[in-house]
């Protein structure tokens, strides 16, 4: 099994900056796409932004600008820095993961979420 450790959210005022950190453990033979993902009450879960195993990003376009993705592939870690944050970027935002499995397969996972609010 991968488990995935979030960390980084928390309170912040507009304007502010908060890093997010997902680390991921266990059964993983090689990592290939990581991602951060949100989601508010009543509605569906969004992708922020996505990191692939070569580099490339893609953000969603209320992000662009804001956020930046990036991941250390040595600590299996993906990071998210979210600055000039605005109260609409509050959320809970998941970690994901697709990995290929030491057992085989290609799977996914979804880390608990963290709590990120921001205040106006």
């Known amino acids: 099994q991968v488990q995935l450790v979030e960390s980084g959210g928390g309170l912040v005022q507009a304007g502010g900056s908060l890093r997010l950190s997902c680390a991921a453990s266990g059964s993983i033979f090689s990592i290939n796409a990581m991602g951060w993902y949100r989601q508010t009450p009543g509605k569906q879960r969004e992708l922020v932004a996505a990191?692939?195993?070569?580099?490339?990003?893609n953000y969603a376009d209320s992000v662009k600008g804001r956020f930046t993705i990036s991941r250390d592939n040595a600590k299996n870690t993906v990071y998210l820095q979210m600055n000039s944050l605005k109260p609409e970027d509050t959320a809970v935002y998941y970690c994901?993961?697709?990995?290929?499995?030491?057992?085989?397969?290609?799977?996914?996972?979804w880390g608990q979420g963290t709590l990120v609010t921001v205040s106006s």
């Open positions: 994901q993961v697709s990995y290929y499995s030491i057992y085989g397969g290609y799977l996914e996972v």
């Open positions: 990191i692939t195993n070569g580099g490339s990003t």
